[in-house]
């Protein structure tokens, strides 16, 4: 995550075999985390992950395709994406200091 640039490098993706994944995008500064995880084969739900009690006050995070809308408590930096990413490979939970919001695709 510390090579995470919104200008040329804005995008990580790790996959598991059963179809869950967690993406990352923008800078190591300030990115969004979500992941979908596999209710069943082909069914799955999509979430974004914020700041537990975080503002929900709009805000985008630039990306090199663009930018993404988020939330402002949505908007982590690359210590916490890593963190992130480390557990989902992990196959452990999600601390409570954050919070989960489901999107759909």
Do not use: W
């Not at 989902?88 to 989960?100: H, S």
């Amino acid at each position: 995550m510390n090579k995470l640039d919104a200008k040329k490098n804005s995008f990580y993706i790790l996959e598991h075999e059963n179809g869950s994944y967690m993406q990352c995008g923008g800078s190591k500064t300030a990115c969004t985390v979500e992941f979908r995880v596999s209710d069943s084969p082909n069914v799955y739900k999509h979430f974004v992950v914020g700041h537990a009690d975080a503002s929900d006050q709009a805000t985008s995070v630039k990306m090199s395709g663009g930018v993404v809308h988020v939330q402002k408590g949505e908007v982590l930096n690359g210590v916490e994406a890593a963190e992130l990413f480390a557990l989902f490979l992990a196959g452990q939970k999600i601390p409570d200091r954050y919070a989960l919001r489901e999107k759909d695709l």
